[in-house]
């Protein structure tokens, strides 16, 4: 039996009104949620204990496609098609790796391995053209394609027991799984999750609870999904606002599910009718959570 959250337990956390909140990720030194807002660049955070919301508008790029927590405790994002190390003002800054050039694309969703390397897809900014790819980043700056033929890379996500990788491509509608190396991260035997190209429906950013279940955000399909281990969606979220963007879990016990969400592509009138629409939301209880990987661990 599928359970269903209704509405009604879902919290509004932020009214940040971003244009395309992404990449939440939960800090458990600062004891902070940290997002981005891609298209109007910047980087926010949130500390519930004093329910503060500070932003950190970010310059220089037309788009900050993702974000990882650190070893060091600074932030790495991801430039157009650039990932740079920064402080949260911006105070310090320097450039890891160009990851690609001269393509009409930008870095998009990305998530750090237990290793420390940073697994960033890149995209088509025409949102239709297999331009894109997926890369594996050392925290030396190699970087090493893993494969090619991507529109929207989406839905990077490590099970907790590392041994299996989770990929969308968010145009092409569907989403895969792999198996990991548990040893040295490598992955194989590609081979599809879930398919959604009959109906056209959005599978984005995603994370894995201490369970094994994988929690998927629907872009412009109001939900949040748990798949089981089996492959087999067990918990469907329903949200007050169209667009879903990514996931994580946070909060003191990992036991918060939290939600980045957009206004991107809502007309006038849909706006109106969503006021908390591109909010940042939270879900308590519905599963246990890990902590993030951190770049250069």
């Known amino acids: 039996m599928t359970r269903i959250i209704p509405k009604s337990r879902v919290d509004c ?35 519930p204990s004093a329910n503060f919301h500070e932003i950190f508008p970010i310059r220089g790029t037309t788009f900050v496609g993702s ?84 529109i929207v890379s989406n839905g990077i996500a490590f099970s907790p027991d590392g041994r299996r990788f989770h990929f969308t491509d968010t145009r ?5 799984v792999f198996d990991m190396d548990p040893e040295d991260g490598a992955i194989s035997n590609r081979r599809l999750f879930a398919d959604y190209s009959a109906t056209g429906e959005r599978p984005d950013g995603a994370c894995f609870d201490a369970d094994g279940g994988l929690w998927t955000a629907f872009f412009a399909g109001g939900r949040v999904v748990r798949y089981n281990p089996l492959g087999q969606i067990d918990t469907i979220i329903e949200l007050p606002v169209t667009n879903a963007t990514c996931v994580c879990f946070g909060g003191e016990d990992f036991r918060t599910l939290m939600i980045t969400t957009a206004t991107k592509f809502l007309s006038g009138q849909k706006l109106a009718s969503e006021p908390v629409a591109g909010a940042v939301f939270a879900v308590h209880g519905v599963a246990q959570g890990t902590p993030e990987n951190r770049f250069g661990v």
Request: aromatic share 10%.
């Open 67 to 150: 974000h990882a927590l650190t070893s060091t405790g600074i932030h790495l994002l991801a430039y157009d098609l650039d990932l740079v190390l920064q402080t949260p003002d911006g105070g310090v800054s320097e450039t890891v790796v160009a990851v690609e050039s001269d393509l009409d694309n930008r870095l998009n969703d990305g998530r750090v391995d237990r290793w420390g390397h940073f697994w960033v897809g890149t995209m088509d900014n025409q949102l239709q053209r297999p331009t894109g790819a997926l890369y594996r980043v050392s925290p030396s700056g190699d970087v090493t394609e893993v494969f090619g033929n991507v």
């Open 13 to 47: 956390l932020v009214r940040s009104r971003d244009r395309l909140g992404e990449t939440p990720l939960w800090c458990e030194r600062t004891k902070k949620l940290w997002w981005l807002d891609i298209e109007n660049p910047k980087l926010q955070s949130y500390d």
């Open 172 to 176: 092409r509608y569907q989403s895969w």
